[in-house]
């Protein structure tokens, strides 16, 4: 069965920078994408970044473009996020995701357990 570890989060000023973590654990033969969703008080969970196709194709959501990286090290199996220029809307729970396309579709693989980012001052 898939696992998903998350760490990095914290506390942050603004202008700063936190880079999370995803460790994999067991088999990874079924996933075929990997994301940081982020749950914002007051709105719906959201997908920030997204990687696929071995690390060839990624997407990000607008508020977080230029600002944010996402890198998958494959060897290590490990899914990493970058983030620069934190500011306080980017307060909130981050999720590592793994998921799997099949039938046309994607579909929920694996959830990590959440990590808490905090920006104030």
């Known amino acids: 069965q898939v696992q998903l570890v998350e760490s990095g989060g914290g506390s942050a000023q603004p202008g700063g920078s936190l880079r999370l973590s995803c460790v994999v654990s067991?088999?990874?033969?079924?996933?075929?994408?990997m994301g940081w969703y982020r749950q914002i008080p007051g709105r719906q969970r959201e997908l920030v970044a997204a990687?696929?196709?071995?690390?060839?194709?990624?997407n990000y959501t607008d508020s977080v473009k230029g600002r944010f990286t996402i890198t998958l090290d494959a060897p290590k199996k490990t899914l990493d996020l970058q983030m620069n220029s934190l500011q306080p809307d980017d307060t909130g729970v981050y999720y590592c995701h793994a998921a799997t396309f099949e039938n046309g579709r994607w579909f929920d693989h694996a959830w990590g357990q959440g990590t808490q980012v905090t920006v104030s001052s």
């Open positions: 990687i696929a196709g071995g690390g060839t194709r990624t």
């Open positions: 067991g088999s990874i033969s079924n996933i075929n994408g």
